[in-house]
């Protein structure tokens, strides 16, 4: 009997998923530095306005820039680890960097000190990204990317909601110093450096897997495979369909959500994509990447028509919770399907092109779900968005 039930035992513990350390490693040096970076970010628009006097065009502009240079960094860092073939200095170079700029932001005196720290910030992460998913497809047998790709995905997202709700509590207890609250957050940051110096070991570069001679080379971008690239085109196509959570936000305060409570609409869609993001991609692995991405884009277009139809805070709920899961059941498992696509070697590449023109596309839609939603109200912007991906379920549909 006993020896049935160590039978059992042993083949239920073969049957788990064994992410590699450095995998897990890499998603807690996210959650890290997301809670430090959250906390700030939740504050500064707010501390730029009501204590440095901005206007809220320049806080506009300058987060703009920001984000756009993050965007464009990640192909040529990306790149750059395909050369080199060291993916893990590149990765510890972006997340230093971002962690060197957290203390300039409670000992600015100025807007010009800010934008600086707000600029080599996203530097920072367009320099890390690429590097950092290619990292992950590389320690990772093929098998079991959808689950590591998902895990880096959960605890990235634990940090985004804890670093708001952190911000929040600080702010209560000490009386709304933002400096207080900015200092604390510099501690996760080093804490993310360290783990990822300490844990993270990247492997040798395999024979098959040798260093590109020259990045982002045309004939580079041929040998990426016209597999990758009809990927690339449905997930642009998929993010045209995904603007900026902001509308959820814009949503809820059109429905009277007092200001304070407008963090809890961002937590409730963030614990909800932490919740599925590790579990869908375990189910990628087991059933195939395709099924699961269409479930994401089914619950895509249910969060569009529950936004856009069910009225009462019941729908915002139901709403803003499947839009939680549709990234939970979408983000990693591109991220999967992008590392299973592309040549070992031009894995950064590969990723920091996904990045530039997935960015690209969700700037776009956010502007032109701005513009229907001044011009036809917010049932126009979330009923377009749901074509969108309706759109994309059909392509994926046909992919091969």
């Known amino acids: 009997m006993r020896s049935n039930e160590d039978s059992r035992s042993a083949h239920t513990t ?5 992410i ?37 065009v320049a806080v506009g502009v300058i987060e703009g820039i920001a984000e756009a240079t993050a965007s464009i960094t990640k192909v040529f860092s990306g790149a750059l680890s395909d050369r080199l073939g060291k993916r893990k200095l590149l990765t510890v170079l972006g997340y230093g960097l971002a962690a060197l700029t957290k203390p300039v932001f409670p000992i600015a005196s100025g807007l010009e000190w800010l934008t ?4 080599v910030d996203r530097v920072g992460k367009g320099i890390r990204g690429a590097p950092r998913d290619a990292l992950v497809a590389d320690v990772t047998p093929a098998e079991l990317r959808g689950a590591a790709f998902g895990l880096r995905q959960a605890l990235d ?22 400096q207080t609250v900015f200092w604390v957050a510099v501690i996760p940051a080093f804490v993310a450096v360290y783990i990822l110096i300490a844990f993270v070991r990247e492997p040798e570069t395999p024979p098959a897997a040798r260093p ?19 990927l690339i085109g449905l997930a642009t196509l998929f993010t045209l369909a995904r603007f900026s959570e902001a509308f959820l936000l814009l949503r809820a305060q059109d429905m009277g959500l007092a200001p304070l409570w407008a963090p809890a609409v961002l937590v409730l869609m963030a614990l909800a994509y932490s919740l599925s993001a590790y579990p869908a991609g375990v189910l990628s692995d087991r059933v195939g990447r395709r099924g699961v991405l269409m ?45 299973d696509s592309a040549p070992a070697n031009l894995r950064g590449t590969a990723f920091g092109l996904f990045n530039l023109l997935t960015g690209v596309a969700l700037l776009a839609a956010s502007v032109v779900a701005g513009l229907l939603w001044d011009g036809a109200g ?11 991906a309706g759109a994309t379920l059909a392509g994926l549909a046909l992919l091969r």
């Open 212 to 230: 590109v001679r020259t990045p982002l080379a045309l004939h580079e971008m041929v040998q990426l495979g016209s597999a990758y690239w009809r």
């Open 116 to 119: 600086a720290a707000r600029f």
């Open 14 to 18: 073969r049957s788990l998923p064994k």
């Open 157 to 178: 997202t634990v940090g985004a909601f804890l670093g708001p709700l952190l911000a929040i509590v600080l702010m209560w207890l000490t009386a709304s110093q933002f």
């Open 378 to 388: 917010f049932q126009a912007t979330f009923l377009v968005g749901a074509g969108f």
């Open 20 to 56: 590699p350390r450095s995998v897990w490693a890499l998603g807690f040096v996210s959650m890290f530095m997301d809670i430090s970076s959250e906390m700030i970010h939740a504050l500064l628009p707010l501390y730029m306005v009501t204590v440095l006097g901005t206007s809220v």
């Open 295 to 339: 479930a994401g884009l089914g619950l895509l277009i249910a969060a569009d028509l529950l936004l856009a139809l069910l009225p009462g805070w019941g729908g915002l709920a139901l709403g803003v919770a499947a839009w939680g899961l549709h990234l939970g059941f979408s983000q990693g498992v591109f991220a999967a399907m992008i590392a």
